[in-house]
């Protein structure tokens, strides 16, 4: 595998770990308002990528169907969002503003299920990473390596907050520093992880590219609308999230027109 590609693979975990070193030199949690607007440009970052990055490039590969072009795009959006409602059932994981767990009823810990929550956050974005590569790698010219740079360094730059959203609530639930930072690391290395395996498949099964290239994006979106969405938009201050999911996705946008 070429280096360019490990290291936008790592891109996105090393987001995640910067921002999870704000437990470090952050004496108080982040504020309502904040990490609402945090929230918000993570939502904007994954939706712009999910268009730009994902379903579009999906649908150009398979321009040549004619009527049925967006087929693909179709099958794997869908599979996707289904394949991100299924883990949301089987795995126990609670969301930060919420006093409830979801998923099976379980005894682990609080601060485990609020990893957990953020770890299936990761997946979808792990899984984007690696079939835009998976697309470059594949020589399909929609993708190049500008392109799917962009998309890493989107995911990172929407990863930094996020790491520091899960480690500073893990202090605060009674994890020392220490600790706490390492939740928050182990929540991004997902990603690589997921990135790689994706690769995998996308070489397995070329043709298969558009699908997997729409997967990401539905479960993408799975995310944002399940989870992110609502967390922006409780009680007041939801036009801070809105005005930060804008950022977010012209950043992205930008980026990856700029550099695709």
């Known amino acids: 595998m070429e280096a360019p590609v490990i290291y936008g693979l790592l891109i996105p975990f090393v987001g995640t770990s910067l921002g999870s070193a704000c437990v470090f030199f952050l004496k108080k949690g982040l504020g309502d308002r904040v990490q609402r607007g945090l929230t918000g440009f993570a939502s904007g970052v994954m939706v712009a990528a999910s268009i730009w990055s994902l379903l579009i490039p999906a649908m150009e590969q398979s ?58 956050h990761n997946i979808p974005e ?39 959203i899960i480690s500073m609530p893990l202090r605060a639930e009674g994890m020392n520093k220490s600790r706490a930072f390492l939740g928050g690391v182990l929540s991004g290395a997902v990603e690589p992880l997921g990135a790689l395996l994706t690769i995998l498949a996308a070489g397995l ?50 980026l990856d027109v700029a550099l695709g």
């Open 63 to 120: 321009a040549g169907e004619e009527a049925l072009a967006f087929l693909p795009a179709v099958i794997g959006f869908w599979a996707g969002i289904l394949f991100l409602l299924g883990l949301d059932h089987l795995i126990p994981h609670l969301h930060q503003k919420s006093s409830h767990a979801e998923g099976p009823h379980t005894q682990l810990r609080r601060s485990t299920m609020m990893i957990l929550a953020v770890t299936l």
């Open 205 to 254: 099964v070329v043709p298969a590219l558009p699908y997997l290239l729409s997967f990401a994006a539905g479960a993408m979106i799975y995310v944002v609308v399940e989870e992110l969405i609502p967390e922006m938009s409780q009680g007041e201050h939801s036009d801070v999230g809105a005005l930060t999911f804008a950022l977010g996705f012209t950043l992205m946008m930008a």
């Open 126 to 164: 792990g899984m984007a990473v690696g079939v835009v590569y998976a697309g470059y790698l594949a020589g399909e010219s929609q993708i190049t390596m500008m392109g799917a740079l962009a998309l890493s360094l989107g995911i990172a730059i929407q990863n930094f907050p996020e790491g520091a």
